[in-house]
């Protein structure tokens, strides 16, 4: 805890442009919410113009698990992902710096008896995550719903990383590091709660798998999950948020606990959490992380999709 307090050394001129950001991120979260996301699509437009080449990543990972989209579709769901990434920007500030009782109005959540369930058995949770735009507001959400322990990655800027721990442990129990593996078990042994995210290409490691994402058949992703879920009376709970259309503002979904999970089998298991995740994204695609290189790390003698 004690690196994650404010320091003198923040001050330093390398951290200006950072602390200018996080200026301005307070200042529009004082904003209407129909402003806020007026402000975010003109962004993530004007943005579409400039980031040609996270506008390629996008609309080639569209590509590779939608090849049934036309080019003309495709190209559309690119642009509302740039809107929808201009948004997610300033939801950072609404995430850090709103009250909670303006969360509490915009969102909505939905069967979260499978959590009540769970807690009522007595059970180590593990939250099922993805990495979706509205991934700082639904930490937040996810937060006021139900407080748990959330897995992390450390932001290379000092500030920003600040920031950000500061915002996410608002409403949660604590930060853990996503190769602290130790503390993660400690916390299900402990019949608490967890947020994982498995969906991100993180190289060739001992703890990652290929498995079908969409339609791509070998998807380097994270088999974390089926090796914490072996943590006796744990179960996996899918959970994401969906940002409603209009100003209507949020739903925080809760899916069912994953049936006969984890099997003996790794490679099925990240099989069952990616098919999961799948079903998670096409609920609000226009909402997913496109943006990133998921199929980065290819087997073997397999040619870079990027």
Same mark, same amino acid.
């Given at each position: 805890?004690?690196?994650?307090?404010?320091?003198?050394?923040? +001050?330093?001129?390398?951290?200006?442009?950072?602390?200018?950001?996080?200026?301005?991120?307070?200042?529009?979260?004082?904003?209407?919410?129909?402003?806020?996301?007026?402000? @975010?699509?003109? *962004? /993530?437009?004007?943005?579409?113009?400039?980031?040609?080449?996270?506008?390629?990543?996008?609309?080639?990972?569209? %590509?590779? +698990?939608?090849?049934?989209?036309?080019?003309?579709?495709?190209?559309?769901?690119?642009?509302?992902?740039?809107?929808?990434?201009?948004?997610?920007?300033? %939801?950072?500030?609404?995430?850090?710096?709103?009250?909670?009782?303006?969360?509490?109005?915009?969102?909505?959540?939905?069967?979260?008896?499978?959590?009540?369930?769970?807690?009522?058995?007595?059970?180590?949770?593990?939250?099922?995550?993805?990495?979706?735009?509205?991934?700082? *507001? /639904?930490?937040?959400?996810?937060?006021?719903?139900?407080?748990?322990?959330?897995?992390?990655?450390?932001?290379?800027?000092?500030?920003?990383?600040?920031?950000?721990?500061? /915002?996410?442990?608002?409403?949660?129990?604590?930060?853990?590091?996503?190769?602290?593996?130790?503390?993660?078990?400690?916390?299900?042994?402990?019949?608490?709660?967890?947020?994982?995210?498995?969906?991100?290409?993180? @190289?060739?490691?001992?703890?990652?798998?290929?498995?079908?994402?969409?339609?791509?058949?070998?998807?380097?992703?994270?088999?974390?999950?089926?090796?914490?879920?072996?943590?006796?009376?744990? +179960?996996?709970?899918?959970?994401?948020?969906?940002?409603?259309?209009?100003?209507?503002?949020?739903?925080?979904?809760?899916?069912?606990?994953?049936?006969?999970?984890?099997?003996?089998?790794?490679?099925?298991?990240?099989?069952?959490?990616?098919?999961?995740? %799948?079903?998670?994204?096409?609920? +609000?695609?226009?909402?997913?992380?496109? *943006?990133?290189?998921?199929?980065?790390?290819?087997?073997? /003698?397999?040619?870079?999709?990027?």
């Amino acid at each position: 805890m004690d690196s994650y307090k404010l320091k003198a050394a923040f +001050c330093h001129p390398k951290y200006w442009l950072a602390w200018l950001g996080i200026l301005a991120l307070f200042l529009t979260s004082l904003l209407p919410y129909g402003a806020i996301l007026f402000l @975010g699509r003109t *962004m /993530g437009r004007i943005a579409s113009v400039f980031v040609k080449k996270r506008g390629h990543i996008a609309r080639r990972n569209i %590509e590779l +698990c939608f090849p049934a989209l036309s080019p003309k579709e495709i190209d559309h769901k690119v642009r509302l992902n740039f809107e929808n990434s201009g948004i997610a920007l300033l %939801e950072m500030g609404m995430a850090w710096f709103w009250p909670s009782w303006r969360v509490r109005n915009l969102v909505q959540v939905r069967d979260v008896q499978h959590v009540e369930k769970a807690i009522i058995n007595g059970q180590g949770i593990i939250f099922l995550g993805a990495h979706f735009l509205t991934l700082e *507001m /639904g930490a937040r959400a996810l937060g006021l719903t139900q407080p748990c322990n959330a897995v992390y990655r450390k932001h290379n800027n000092a500030v920003l990383d600040f920031w950000f721990y500061w /915002g996410r442990m608002r409403e949660h129990k604590a930060m853990l590091d996503r190769k602290d593996f130790k503390a993660m078990l400690r916390v299900l042994k402990n019949a608490d709660a967890l947020w994982y995210a498995p969906d991100h290409d993180y @190289g060739k490691h001992k703890s990652s798998v290929f498995a079908p994402f969409f339609e791509v058949e070998n998807a380097n992703t994270v088999a974390g999950t089926s090796t914490l879920a072996r943590v006796k009376n744990s +179960c996996v709970i899918p959970v994401f948020l969906k940002r409603l259309p209009g100003t209507e503002g949020y739903e925080l979904v809760f899916y069912p606990a994953l049936e006969n999970f984890p099997s003996k089998d790794v490679e099925a298991d990240t099989k069952a959490t990616n098919l999961q995740i %799948e079903k998670m994204v096409l609920e +609000c695609d226009d909402q997913y992380m496109w *943006m990133h290189k998921r199929f980065k790390t290819r087997p073997e /003698g397999e040619k870079s999709f990027y």
